[in-house]
């Protein structure tokens, strides 16, 4: 049984067939939609006219048939039982043999916002319609959060040339993801593409009757909104796991192998929060990569737990903002150094380190050079391999 019908279960889905399990097989959605692709949602899925189809993953709507697989789709599931080894699902007890817990994370919201028209979290594909529909209508679009998915919100904005202003309650927005001087080079692209940004204030709330019309500051100033996205992180949807005896800290605590410690029980995805054994911290991972990765890691070691392997993943994420591409692969430890370009050009590479080992990169609109980088962290590479890398790569003026 899979619990959760995003990108991480269905990769565990099609990875139990690959591996030649041939007995039932259960997936398990609380979203009416099969399978999609949620990275666009905060992208090309706002900023572009054209269809509003669902972006749907290959093969999502052919799952039953093509994977032999039982799909629940539109019933969550409330309850784990792992003595008997039952899933509460729509008011009925599943039995399972293994089981593999994907359900991912959700988004966090602003207190007292609940009813009023035109805020708008960005998780889902319906909440992605619901913003598109706002900025299709021309709306003054406020952000909360200066964020990977805020700041996609106000490029998409800024594409269809509407005013946008984006609050953040840090000095320099993104420090936890990429640091302080990374983050400050990054925020200056909103700047040179006419997004306003604001950083260091703290929202008091928001204002309108039935519809919003504003953002109350703690200083007392209202930044004036038709739409308000609230982009301030999300947070692992384990609620309906309370009672299940698992170890919930800030998501769904596994070791290296993706195992809860509970009988046949795996977690792989937003929600899996695992002991990574290269870096040496337990990690939680909202990235496209790792979900596609980690589901079919875990399904495999859940079909054959005395040949589990521990997953060693070397993150990388991307995001799209206006016409930049940013590129991310391993952690962020300490304050990176550039290496190529420099932090106020078009362009760069920064290399972060722990000790004489190279354990990140950041790249603005350098494409070729990411993968690179991920391989050399993935092989336990230097410092001084990763100077090399940025030295073999040095484009000619």
């Known amino acids: ?59 999502a709507d052919r799952i039953a048939d093509d994977l032999d697989a039982e799909v ?62 706002h900025l299709d209508a021309g709306a003054r679009t406020v952000v909360v959060g200066a964020g990977f998915i805020g700041a996609e919100v106000a490029s998409a904005a800024r594409r269809r040339g509407l005013d946008v202003t984006i609050l953040e309650s840090l000095p ?6 990429v640091g302080a001087t990374a983050g400050a080079a990054l925020a200056a692209l909103h700047s040179r593409h006419g997004a306003a940004l604001r950083c260091g204030v703290m929202v008091a ?11 109350r ?36 605590v596994c070791d290296a192998t993706l195992a809860t410690g509970a009988p046949g029980v795996y977690a792989a995805g937003d929600v899996a929060r695992w002991a990574h054994p290269q870096f040496g911290v337990s990690m939680r991972l909202e990235h496209w990569t790792n979900a596609s990765e980690q589901g079919a890691h875990a399904m495999r070691n859940a079909l054959d737990p005395r040949a589990a392997t521990p997953f060693a993943h070397v993150p990388f994420f991307w995001s799209d903002w206006y016409e930049d591409r940013i590129q991310f692969v391993g952690v962020p430890d300490g304050e990176p150094s550039v290496v190529a370009g420099g932090w106020d050009e078009p362009a760069f590479v920064a290399l972060y380190r722990t000790g004489d080992r190279l354990v990140g990169a950041l790249a603005l609109n350098r494409r070729g050079d990411i993968m690179k980088y991920r391989a050399l962290i993935a092989r336990g590479a230097s410092w001084a391999d990763g100077l090399a890398l940025a030295a073999s790569r040095v484009r000619p003026a």
């Not at 399990?21 to 949620?38: N, V």
């Not at 320099?172 to 993801?177: G, W, Y």
């Not at 200083?219 to 739409?227: E, K, P, Q």
């Open 172 to 177: 320099t927005p993104l420090t936890r993801s």
């Open 72 to 133: 629940l789709l539109g019933a969550g599931a409330s309850g784990l039982d792992t003595q008997e080894r039952v899933v509460s699902v729509d008011g009925r007890e599943t039995p399972y043999d293994a089981l593999l817990i994907a359900t991912g994370a959700q988004a966090r919201t602003l207190p007292g916002t609940a009813g009023l028209a035109g805020v708008h979290t960005l998780r889902t594909v319906d909440d992605a319609r619901a913003v598109r529909a």
């Open 1 to 59: 049984m899979i619990v959760g019908a995003g990108l991480a279960g269905m990769r565990a889905a099609q990875a139990a067939r690959k591996a030649g399990f041939a007995g039932r097989l259960t997936l398990i959605g609380a979203e009416p939609h099969a399978p999609y692709d949620r990275p666009t949602l905060s992208k090309a899925f706002l900023a572009d006219a054209g269809p509003l189809d669902t972006p749907l993953l290959t093969g």
């Open 217 to 252: 500051l703690m200083d007392g100033s209202l930044v004036r909104a038709d739409l308000v996205v609230v982009g301030i992180g999300a947070t692992p949807d384990i609620t309906w796991l309370a009672e299940s005896g698992l170890r919930l800290d800030g998501g769904v």
């Open 205 to 215: 709330g928001l204002e309108g009757e039935g519809r919003v019309r504003g953002v």
